[in-house]
């Protein structure tokens, strides 16, 4: 099957920065999107940024200008640079990618454990 690790999660203090970091491993023969998602306490599940296979790149409007999605095609990671962080950014953040598997002719969607980001002073 496949995983996906992810890593780079922690506290840091209003106007910080972290770098979250996702590798995915397993029978992969291609993976198309791959993204962050972020969950704050009582809170729905909500995108945080993506990127394509080509380097296309979508970012919630609330992140735009302070994060960076970037990822690795020859080493299958995905990672997140997070700048001028605010207390609003503290949530579960999880990786996401859309993996097509060896032998299959269909995509699906997986998810990382998931990590957590405090943002605080």
């Known amino acids: 099957q496949v995983q996906l690790v992810e890593s780079g999660g922690g506290l840091v203090q209003p106007g910080g920065s972290l770098r979250l970091s996702c590798a995915a491993s397993?029978?992969?023969?291609?993976?198309?999107?791959m993204g962050w998602y972020r969950q704050a306490p009582g809170k729905q599940r909500e995108l945080v940024a993506v990127?394509?296979?080509?380097?296309?790149?979508n970012y919630a409007e609330s992140v735009k200008g302070r994060f960076t999605i970037s990822r690795d095609n020859a080493k299958s990671t995905v990672s997140l640079q997070m700048n001028s962080l605010k207390p609003e950014d503290t949530a579960v953040y999880y990786c996401?990618?859309?993996?097509?598997?060896?032998?299959?002719?269909?995509?699906?969607?997986?998810w990382g454990q998931g990590t957590q980001v405090t943002v605080s002073s």
């Open positions: 397993g029978s992969i023969f291609s993976i198309n999107a």
């Open positions: 996401y990618a859309n993996i097509r598997l060896v032998g299959n002719l269909r995509s699906l969607s997986y």
């Open positions: 990127i394509t296979s080509g380097g296309g790149t």
